[in-house]
């Protein structure tokens, strides 16, 4: 019987391009994508052993999901569904932390309208889900606080700069 050569020295992340103009960049994405995982971990404290998938897809979908998921007909840049705690080792042994989902046409919004990369506010929106797995919110001023602050250091550490700086600079 062959062995499973599963590394657990990193999280298994599931990127799911559902939408063709994430695939132009997609290059890109797929190792920023994984070192924000891996980073955001890291800053957490929190294992590595973990499995999550990411779904790039469109506005019209997070439109979708947004209605069914929290009663908002419109679509919104980024979506968490953290796993039930009933299903946590589903894969290999590893905890299956949930799904985020991130709409295109609003990311692309945003970031020419920030003056900042598609892909660092992605990396960026990434970092704001994984937190939202992880039981983060911003319900009021104190949780805000501390997931933005949590957000600044991990992007920091990534080489971008902090996206809740009134100065609107262009990072890369």
Known sequence: MKKNNVNFEHPVVNIIINYG??????????????EAVVMTLKELKFPIQ??????LTCDAEMKDLNKKYRGKPEPTNVLAFPQDSDSSNLF???????????GYQSVDRESLNQNKSLCGHLIHLIIHGLLHLFGYNHNNEMESKIMEQIEIDVLCFLGYKNPYCEELTKYS
């Open 50 to 55: 973990i499995e999550l998938s990411i779904r």
């Open 92 to 102: 290999n042994n590893q905890g299956y932390l949930g799904d985020i989902a991130i």
């Open 21 to 34: 103009e994430w695939k132009k960049i997609e290059s890109e994405l797929t190792p920023k994508i994984n």
